[in-house]
């Protein structure tokens, strides 16, 4: 059982739409991530929150809006995606230790039409 | 720049049969070492990590892996494979940052298990 919480499990929405893909953890991790991660290919780290702060953004478009509301929230925030932003959406978490390992959820897949 | 080599992108074992999964990573110092496996649809799940100290490191599902600082190698084996351990496995390399972890991810190596 994973212990990282998504929502949904499947999207599919249009380019011009706006949704919001949903993250939780309890496990008291105080970093959290998004990643996108395209068939047969590794995930590629987007953003890492840091206790509630953006400490990374991957030149990401701003199509893409990361919040994180509390230590146990992340949401992603989709709004005028492009086909090619079909991908399997993950969420991590970890301790702030960095010798400790991220934790994933079990992902988003979404669709763009 | 960190990076991290996976050389096999499939590898074909009968079940029962022994595995090895090559990773070998490139970092100025001895990084934190992580192997995860994805079955298909899923998110990852960690297998096994390395620090420090004792350089073979066991993890879930009856593998281990074993640090070489001389190859800069960190290989993933088991000794007999069940038909569901067929998944993708990545190698990971994380280096030290405060307060959070920045992967870098090998391509993976796609695992597929025979009768």
């Known amino acids: 059982d994973t212990e990282v919480t998504q929502t949904p499990k499947h999207l599919v929405m249009g380019m011009t739409n706006k949704k919001s893909l949903k993250c939780e953890q309890h496990m008291g991790h105080r970093a959290m991530y998004w990643y996108k991660q395209k068939a047969k290919k590794p995930p590629e780290l987007m953003f890492v929150y840091s206790y509630e702060k953006l400490s990374i953004n991957e030149s990401v478009p701003s199509r893409f809006s990361p919040e994180c509301p509390n230590s146990s929230l992340l949401n992603l925030h989709l709004h005028a995606l492009q086909p090619e932003d079909s991908a399997l959406y993950l969420c991590?978490?970890?301790?702030?230790?960095?010798?400790?390992?991220?934790?994933f959820g079990d992902g988003t897949r979404l669709s763009i039409l | 720049a960190q990076s991290v080599t996976q050389p096999d992108i499939h590898i074909t074992v009968s079940e029962g049969a022994s595995l090895e999964l090559r990773c070998n990573y490139s970092?100025?110092?001895?990084?934190?070492l992580f192997w995860y496996v994805q079955s298909p649809g899923q998110g990852l799940q960690l297998l096994l990590k390395y620090f420090s100290g004792d350089t073979l490191v066991q993890g879930i599902k009856g593998f281990e892996a074993e640090f070489k600082r001389s190859q800069s190698s960190f290989n993933l084996r088991k000794p007999s494979v069940h038909w569901s351990d067929a998944a993708e496995y990545f190698c990971?390399?994380?280096?030290?940052?405060?307060?959070?972890?920045?992967?870098?991810f090998g391509t993976g190596t796609r695992l597929l298990v025979s009768p």
């Open positions: 991590a978490s970890s301790s702030p230790r960095a010798n400790q390992p991220q934790h």
């Open positions: 970092y100025g110092a001895t990084p934190y």
């Open positions: 990971a390399v994380g280096p030290l940052n405060t307060g959070f972890q920045k992967l870098v």
